[in-house]
């Protein structure tokens, strides 16, 4: 599971890294970002777009919206599949949070790659309404963790290779296979503090 990340790097930082534009306006670097939070996303639409987006999509059943979606079964979930075939982002992160059950009691462990780098979070979107407003939301998508964090939890984002953005971005690639082999296809190396 994926709760919370943070993205403490500057604006032309991600314009840089994605090769995109700026839609999102002004934008103040962030050390957390919670579910229901707005939080940028690239997406590629006309041009490629860093956008501010919801987290989490809402639903009738529950209070608290969908934050994440499981890699295994994303393209069978009605609340998921045409998203992912049809409305695929990318999230930039520096790390992500997870809660380590140690004696007892729940830390907080704050999770980077090794050279302390902004990495991708293999994300879906949609448009929701919340409240009385419509948004567009994403959720981040997870994979069956790593030996690593394996220790801390079972489940972990679905962290993208730079060599296959491209291809996740691309709302015209539907190959399912090829896109969820993509999803769990990361093996770096973590520092968890």
């Given amino acids: 599971m994926c709760g919370r990340y943070s ?3 500057e604006m032309e930082d991600l314009i840089i890294r994605y090769k995109a534009v700026n839609k999102a306006g002004e934008y103040t670097p962030r050390n957390e970002i919670f579910p229901t939070d707005n939080a ?15 987290w989490g999509f809402p639903t009738n059943f529950s209070k608290r919206p969908l934050i994440n979606a499981r890699c295994e079964t994303i ?12 409305r695929r982002c990318i999230i930039p992160v520096d790390s992500y949070y997870e809660w380590e059950e140690v004696n007892g009691k729940k830390i907080k462990r704050k999770i980077r790659l090794e ?5 991708s979070l293999a994300g879906i979107y949609n448009i929701h309404t919340w409240g009385l407003e419509k948004h567009l939301s994403f959720v981040i998508i997870t994979t069956n963790a790593n030996k690593k964090i394996a220790n801390i939890h079972d489940r972990m984002p679905s962290i993208l290779r730079k060599e296959d953005e491209e291809i ?4 015209k690639v539907k190959d399912v296979n090829e896109l969820k082999n993509i999803l ?8 968890v503090s």
């Fill in 115 to 119: 050279e302390n780098s902004l990495f």
């Fill in 184 to 191: 769990t296809s990361f093996n770096g190396n973590f520092i």
């Fill in 7 to 9: 993205l403490d790097k």
């Fill in 40 to 54: 940028l996303a690239v997406l590629e639409l006309n041009e490629r777009e860093i956008r501010s987006l919801k």
């Fill in 75 to 86: 393209d069978t979930k009605d609340t998921f599949k045409d998203a992912f075939l049809n």
């Fill in 168 to 171: 996740w971005i691309n709302s």
